[in-house]
């Protein structure tokens, strides 16, 4: 309980975040697994996708991904 507790949304697809399927970038935006996988290996795009982000550091994939 608390505000830390708070549902979040993906910013591609708009859905309530869970911490077991989500990915954290190293700039702090969260994303579900398979949005920033499909954007990372789809659209070979390797930073931040949020529209706003200034930091748009590289994603470094793991292999647990």
Request: net charge positive; proline share 0%.
């Given at each position: 309980s608390g505000s830390h507790d708070k549902e979040e949304e993906c910013p591609i697809c708009t859905d309530d975040l869970?911490?077991?399927?989500t990915i954290t970038l190293p700039c702090g935006h969260v994303y579900c697994r398979e949005c920033i996988m499909e954007?990372?290996?789809?659209?070979?795009?390797y930073t931040c996708p949020f529209p706003a982000c200034i930091n748009g550091k590289l994603v470094y994939v793991k292999k647990d991904w």
């Open positions: 869970k911490n077991e399927y954007n990372i290996f789809t659209h070979n795009r």
